[in-house]
């Protein structure tokens, strides 16, 4: 439970301090940064083997952020655990800054450059193919959007990855059922996600994308012998800020003065209401 | 240099030498797309299936998996037909391979109008163009048999992502051997010739060098420079051919747009101009038929290089 609370508190503080990064650069994926703060707040506090004092350490685990675009919560957190130091972040989207719109390997914790959707699975097929070979013990995860399912190059991967039998891959879909142009389900239909990815031949779980707890557990779980794990995690767009949950022009949305005053009073109360738990 | 004598395909010197180096060398790895028959791999697949992974017919998601691979510090080949890889796995080349640093070799076999017959989708007319713009990439083609023998050696030692272009056929030998066959980034002068120069890559230098053959019995003296990697180019032989001699031509198998008589014009623009002729694919889909009848429709022959060497130099 303290663990729990802990976590709560972490992707809370991620959140304030990625909303500030934006607001300060003026520009920013909001809404899918927040949808997956909880999932990466668990990977990197509590899942992933990795060491920022030795960021390329040849058995850590590798982290892809196949949606590329929702880099801000990434940032803070490889700031926040010391892969670089957190002043850096006021650098973000800036002029010869290394923190730009989409993951880059410039930055130390991060391990591919993203931001072309699709392409993220197939690298970390690759990667858990090798660590198969080379680095046994080596986990490999990927975030990938629910958007991102309509590019073709996610399914050819999703089969290479079953077919391969990479019980040491895991992906996540933030699954928040917004794109930039509307509802998922309007502007390219994915339906029956899970049976997709079961029939694909992956071990499919479907969790509240924003339950810490679920989320730790369904992360930790031994895997299937010979089966890739996907989670499919069910979240709100813009979540954790009132007026941004669920509404699509919060993509990349950049909130007013007033509009960010809000969204951190909202979040210090978030964590105040924490703190008496 | 040439012996003339017919050999065997680039494709099969690479997969040969990958063999041999394989043995010593448990960090090559192979990947490819149901290409193990078109790349002659099948020898290599059965020795070393521990360093070889099949993708099936998927090749973005086989260059995204190789990029993975490649990133845990291995020299992995891509293997499969140059029309796919240029062109479908374009972007996973650009963002995962180039851009996130994994040093991936591209092996682009049966290029160009390898395929003939099989129509334009199995061309690749523009893989030299659209490669050569992507920063720290290599752009390699080799001429025969011994010299993709040091350019595949030469991948198994260098670090960054390099894209090499081979033909179908088997062709004549230009070399005696591998050794001295290939320099990183510095072609080779196979004849020297002071009146017009001729640079070509690929299946074209066997070709140059025959036309120099005819134009030397009507006392023309041609230069023929092997220009086997068209990035990093060579700008010191291009600037020397530009100063010693009248006119320069380039030959070939590739879309006369973006490719080695590009590349060799943006040198002798800015260094030296002389008169160029670049000769190539023009910009219309290529005539029907196999790769010889399409080269000899576009003088990408010896004598249609010699018989444009006489309209330059009647010109200058």
Aim: aromatic residues 8%; glycine residues 8%; hydrophobic residues 40%.
């Amino acid at each position: 439970m303290e663990k729990t609370i802990f976590l709560k508190k972490k992707a809370a503080q991620i959140r304030m301090n990625l909303l500030k990064m934006i607001y300060q650069a003026k520009s920013g994926h909001t809404g899918g940064a927040l949808s997956s703060v909880d999932i990466l707040t668990v990977l990197y506090y509590e899942v992933l083997h990795v060491t920022p004092e030795n960021p390329k350490d040849p058995d850590r685990d590798r982290f892809i952020m196949s949606k590329g675009h929702s880099v801000e919560g990434l940032y803070n957190i490889l700031a926040d655990k010391g892969f670089f130091d957190p002043q850096e972040l006021n650098t973000f989207s800036s002029y010869k800054s290394r923190l730009i719109g989409h993951p880059s390997v410039k930055v130390p914790g991060v391990e591919l450059n993203t931001g072309a959707l699709g392409h993220g699975l197939s690298c970390s097929v690759g990667m858990a193919l090798a660590a198969k070979k080379f680095n046994p013990g080596v986990k490999v995860y990927c975030v990938m959007g629910d958007g991102e399912q309509a590019e073709g190059s996610v399914w050819e991967a999703g089969m290479a990855a079953s077919n391969f039998k990479l019980d040491n891959l895991t992906a996540i879909i933030d699954r928040n059922y917004l794109q930039i142009s509307g509802n998922t389900e309007d502007v390219m239909r994915l339906d029956k996600l899970a049976e997709k990815w079961k029939a694909f031949g992956w071990d499919v779980h479907e969790v509240d994308g924003h339950s810490i707890a679920d989320l730790v557990a369904i992360l930790k779980a031994p895997p299937i012998p010979d089966t890739p794990k996907m989670i499919i995690a069910r979240t709100t767009k813009g979540k954790g800020i009132s007026y941004m949950e669920d509404v699509a022009k919060w993509h990349h949305g950049v909130p007013t003065e007033e509009q960010f005053n809000q969204a951190m009073k909202e979040i210090e109360t978030y964590i105040q209401e924490l703190d008496k738990k | 240099m040439s012996n003339g004598k017919q050999s065997i395909p680039c494709r099969k010197a690479f997969t040969d030498t990958l063999i041999r180096l394989a043995a010593d060398n448990p960090d090559i790895m192979v990947v490819t797309s149901d290409a193990r028959g078109s790349v002659t791999l099948n020898d290599y697949a059965n020795r070393y299936p521990e360093q070889f992974v099949e993708v099936g017919i998927a090749e973005q998601n086989e260059i995204g998996i190789a990029a993975g691979i490649a990133s845990f510090g291995k020299k992995v080949f891509v293997c499969a037909p140059a029309c796919f890889l240029s062109t479908r796995s374009l972007e996973q080349i650009k963002v995962d391979v180039v851009y996130s640093n994994n040093g991936v070799k591209v092996v682009g076999i049966s290029g160009g109008v390898s395929y003939g017959a099989l129509g334009f989708s199995h061309q690749s007319l523009h893989d030299i163009a659209v490669m050569r713009t992507f920063p720290n990439m290599s752009v390699i083609i080799p001429a025969d048999r011994f010299q993709t023998e040091a350019i595949t050696e030469w991948m198994t030692r260098t670090e960054g992502p390099v894209y090499v272009r081979m033909g179908r056929a088997a062709v004549p030998d230009v070399y005696t051997s591998a050794d001295g066959s290939f320099t990183f980034g510095k072609a080779n002068v196979l004849s020297p010739g002071s009146d017009i120069t001729v640079i070509a890559s690929g299946e074209m230098v066997e070709k140059a060098l025959k036309a120099s053959q005819i134009l030397e019995t009507d006392n023309v003296s041609m230069r023929v420079i092997d220009m086997h990697t068209i990035k990093p180019l060579d700008r010191e032989v291009i600037v020397a051919a530009a100063k010693e001699t009248k006119a320069i031509i380039t030959v070939e198998e590739h879309s006369i747009f973006g490719g080695l008589g590009a590349a060799v014009a943006e040198v002798v623009v800015s260094e030296h101009p002389v008169p160029m002729k670049i000769l190539g694919i023009p910009d219309e889909i290529p005539i029907e038929g196999e790769s010889k009848d399409v080269f000899r429709h576009y003088n990408l022959t010896p004598e249609g290089i010699a018989k444009i060497a006489h309209q330059m130099l009647q010109k200058t």
